[in-house]
C-alpha cells in the first residue's frame, strides 16, 4: 500500500494525477507536465517532496563519522548552516544514493536521502554508525516543499515574519537556516534558484496554501525529471547506482581523494583511476526527429553505451539525454530508436539553467 504525505489531499483537491514513486503516492502532474516544467524556468513552482527523507546525525562524532561516510569531505563544512552534495559508496565504490549533507554545529549534522532508497540508506548508515559516538535520527514527522524559479526566494521571502525574511535572504547558495518552524535551504533539483523548505506536517499545507495563493505553481515529478534532466543532474537508478562509480556518472567532482582521509569506497576509486576509468556519463541532443529514453543503444566511433535517462527538453524543443559511453567517444554518435540509428550531438551537461539553454548545447 502507498505512502501519502501530508499534502496528498491537497494534490487530489488540486486535480494532480497521482502515481507511485518509492512506495509513495505522488502527483505527476496537474495538468500539463510542460507548463510546469516552463513556470519554474519563468516564474515559480512548488514540488511536495516530503517523500524524501530527513536524517539528523548528532553526537560527539558526528564529523568524524560523516567524513568516513561520505565522498565527499565533509571538512569542507567550516560554517554553521553550509551545505554540500555527496554520494554515499559501498565497498566496491557503487553508488549506495546521492545527498545533501548540512552542517548546523559540531554535535549536529543533517542529511537529506532519497525516498526510494530509504531501507537500504538507513540500514547502511546505521550499520556503519556503531563504530562512532553518534545517534542516528530519523526525521518522518517532516514535510519538505521545494519552492523553485527565478521568483521562488522572493515569493517565500515575502510570506515570512521581516525579521526572518532579513536573514533568510541572506542565504547564499547551498546555504540554511531554522526560521521558527521552517528549515529553509537555498537548494534544489531544476536547476533555477529557490529554496527546499522541512517543516511540520500541520505547517506544511498552510505553508502550500499561501504559496498557492501567492501565485506559485504546483508541480509534479513530471516536470521534475525534465527540469532535473535539463540541468545536468543525476537522477538516481537511472544515471548512477551500486554497479557504477561516481567517477563512471560524472560525479567525479563530488569525491576528495587527494588526502589522508579514510572513507568507504576510496581504495576502489583509487584502483579505478590507477586503470584509468573506461566509461563516462556525457549528454546527447538528438539531431533528428524522435524521442530519447532511458535504455537506449548509442553506436560511438568509439564503442557502444547505453542511455540512462533521456526526455523532451521544453527549454531546447529538442529530445536530449543522459548516456554512458566509452571515455574516448567525442563530439557525435547515434541512438537505436525503434530499429532505426539517428544522429545526436555529444555535449557536456547542463542543457539548461536559469531559464535558458547553455553555452554550446545547439
Not at 42 to 67: C, E, P, W
Not at 130 to 155: H, S, Y
Request: a negative charge; aromatic letters at 8%; glycine letters at 10%.
Amino acid at each position: 500500500m502507498s505512502q501519502h504525505t501530508p499534502l496528498y489531499s491537497a494534490h487530489v483537491a488540486a486535480g494532480a494525477r497521482m502515481v507511485d514513486f518509492g512506495g509513495w503516492e505522488m502527483p505527476i502532474n496537474y495538468g500539463s507536465q510542460i507548463e510546469e516544467h516552463n513556470k519554474v524556468r519563468k516564474g515559480a513552482g512548488m514540488f511536495d517532496v516530503s517523500h524524501m527523507t530527513v536524517v539528523d546525525i548528532n553526537g560527539a562524532q558526528a564529523r568524524i563519522f560523516l567524513s568516513y561516510l561520505l565522498a565527499n569531505d565533509v571538512a569542507k563544512l567550516k560554517t554553521p548552516g553550509r551545505a554540500f552534495y555527496s554520494c554515499m559508496l559501498n565497498e566496491e565504490g557503487g553508488v549506495i544514493d546521492d545527498l545533501i549533507t548540512y552542517f548546523l554545529d559540531e554535535t549536529f549534522f543533517r542529511v537529506v536521502v532519497n525516498a526510494a532508497t530509504h531501507d537500504k540508506d538507513m540500514a547502511w548508515i546505521n550499520s556503519q554508525a556503531r563504530a562512532f559516538d553518534v545517534k542516528v535520527n530519523e526525521r518522518p514527522e517532516l514535510a519538505m516543499i521545494a519552492v523553485q524559479g527565478p521568483e521562488a526566494r522572493q515569493t517565500v521571502l515575502s510570506l515570512l515574519p521581516e525579521s526572518d525574511a532579513e536573514l533568510a535572504a541572506g542565504i547564499k547558495p547551498f546555504g540554511a537556516g531554522q526560521f521558527g518552524d521552517l528549515f529553509i535551504a537555498r537548494t534544489g533539483y531544476t536547476g533555477e534558484d529557490g529554496f527546499e523548505i522541512s517543516l511540520s506536517a500541520g505547517a506544511a499545507t498552510r505553508l502550500w496554501d499561501q504559496l498557492l495563493a501567492a501565485g506559485v505553481m504546483p508541480c509534479g515529478l513530471g516536470a521534475r525529471d525534465t527540469l532535473r534532466l535539463e540541468a545536468g543532474m543525476n537522477l538516481y537508478g537511472q544515471d548512477m547506482d551500486e554497479s557504477v562509480t561516481p567517477l563512471e556518472s560524472g560525479l567525479g567532482w563530488t569525491v576528495v581523494l587527494n588526502d589522508e582521509r579514510a572513507f568507504v569506497g576510496k581504495d576502489a576509486l583509487l584502483k579505478q583511476k590507477e586503470r584509468g576509468v573506461e566509461q563516462k556519463l556525457v549528454g546527447l541532443v538528438l539531431q533528428d526527429r524522435g524521442v530519447l529514453r532511458p535504455g537506449q543503444r548509442v553506436v560511438t566511433g568509439a564503442g557502444e553505451g547505453v542511455t540512462t535517462s533521456g526526455s523532451f527538453s521544453p527549454t531546447l524543443q529538442k529530445a536530449i539525454a543522459f548516456a554512458r559511453v566509452p571515455k574516448d567517444a567525442t563530439q557525435t554518435c547515434q541512438v537505436d530508436i525503434r530499429g532505426k540509428l539517428l544522429n545526436c550531438s555529444i555535449v557536456r551537461p547542463p542543457f539548461a539553467r536559469n531559464g535558458t539553454v547553455c553555452e554550446g548545447i545547439i
